[in-house]
């Protein structure tokens, strides 16, 4: 069983669609991160918080430390939103998630 | 620009040989890290480093070598022994190793082996 899982695996969207991607966690955790990955394979660091909500544009993260879970909200998404998004959580190691895989139609 | 890089971006290599990935930051990160990612797959750390001229090994370090004889620099070499080395490869570092530190990642490097 892997430390981090999300869901959903594959997400298609319109443009403009709200969208939600989850993340639970099993383990304990000092932070959790939200990774973006584009098709050419680098990776960008979209948030990392331990607690409550962080928001950036469009992008939302929020945690539940007593759930051990996490999401990340899209609004008005768009395009170039479409990207593989990575839960990852540090605890004494950093445990990744499978990604998501986010395509947003125009 | 502050940054992680690594080169090449693609590399293709014949079933045998050694080859090297190059991981090179200008961040004055103490730590480094080498992940490796395939389909459907998380990231499987390999080697990590937290300080110069010291590495650890990860959860899939067979088959992989590193060195960490600069702060700057952290190569690993793909063996003939690593029995599945085509993968996408990414290397990171982060500030401490600490573990509440944000990381960094390079572009990565997708590795064929013909």
């Known amino acids: 069983k892997n430390e981090v899982e999300q869901s959903p695996q594959n997400l298609t969207a319109q443009e403009g669609e709200f969208i939600t991607i989850n993340c639970s966690y099993s383990?304990?955790?000092?932070?959790l991160h939200w990774l973006q990955q584009h098709p050419g394979g680098g990776i960008v660091s979209l948030f990392m918080?331990?607690?409550g909500k962080k928001k950036h544009g469009r992008l939302i993260a929020t945690i539940n430390i007593q759930e051990k879970h996490s999401s990340l909200h899209i609004t008005a998404s768009h395009p170039r939103d479409s990207a593989v998004y990575i839960c990852?959580?540090?605890?004494?190691?950093?445990?990744f998630g499978t990604g998501t895989s986010l395509t947003v139609i125009p | 620009d502050g940054g992680i890089t690594q080169s090449p971006k693609y590399l293709f290599r014949k079933e045998g040989q050694n080859v090297t990935l190059s991981c090179e930051q200008n961040?004055?990160?103490?730590?480094m890290y080498w992940y490796r990612q395939d389909p459907g797959q998380g990231l499987r750390l390999i080697y990590y480093?937290?300080?110069?001229?010291?590495?650890q090994k990860g959860d899939i370090a067979e088959g992989y070598s590193v060195s960490r004889e600069k702060k700057e620099s952290f190569p690993l070499t793909v063996t003939s022994a690593q029995k599945n080395p085509t993968a996408f490869y990414l290397c990171?570092?982060?500030?401490?190793?600490?573990?509440?530190?944000?990381?960094?990642f390079g572009p990565g490097t997708r590795l064929t082996v013909l």
């Open positions: 990171a570092s982060s500030k401490t190793s600490g573990n509440v530190n944000e990381q960094f």
């Open positions: 480093s937290q300080i110069v001229n010291d590495f």
């Open positions: 383990v304990g955790i000092s932070a």
């Open positions: 961040l004055n990160h103490d730590a």
């Open positions: 990852a959580a540090t605890g004494n190691q950093f445990y």
């Open positions: 918080l331990s607690s």
